[in-house]
């Protein structure tokens, strides 16, 4: 399948290279400023909706902490190494392929900012897939690389922002008490 992937991926037009490799980076920004209009957003709302937000990037830098023990662990090389000519330039010798930090990223950033603002759903999951697969287009990871990082991003930084967020919101509480006071 990474072959096939990254074949069509050669066949396709250069503006398409160029769109997949600045793409998946793009998308990062796109969410962050999402968790910004997302704790604009919570301002007016319940403490609970604030913590949501807050412990949001907290989760995703979480869990990609973990995934870089997980590459540490594993050490797969990245499959540009030999088996396909690639459309990106592959990472250095001891920059490993499983899981892809990117699909982490997105994912989590994807899971948590749902959590926080349900409404951005039908946006930010297609945005993490495709941001997950550009890393496959463009021949830096295997698709299990994406695949597993992403369901570690989705499925992880949303349940520690649900195990947080007892803990937090008394805090945003008293922090609102006293700035209105």
Known sequence: ???????????????????????????????????????????????????????????VVAVYLLSEVIKILVREDR???????????????????????????AGAAAGTLVLAWRALAAFVLPLAAVMAFSRVFVGVHYPHDVLIGALLGLVLAPLLV?????????????WNLVRTA
């Open 79 to 105: 499959p540009c190494r030999g088996l396909a000519t690639t459309i990106a330039a592959c990472p250095e010798v001891g920059d490993w392929s499983f899981p892809s930090n990117h699909s982490v990223i």
């Open 162 to 174: 649900l195990l947080g967020v007892g803990a937090v919101t008394p805090v945003v509480r008293r």
């Open 1 to 59: 399948m990474y072959r096939d992937i990254v074949e069509f991926a050669l066949g396709t037009p250069e503006w398409v290279h160029a769109l997949a490799e600045t793409g998946t980076d793009a998308g990062l920004f796109v969410f962050a400023a999402l968790f910004v209009a997302a704790w604009w957003r919570a301002r007016g709302r319940s403490p609970r909706d604030m913590a949501l937000v807050l412990l949001g990037p907290v989760a």
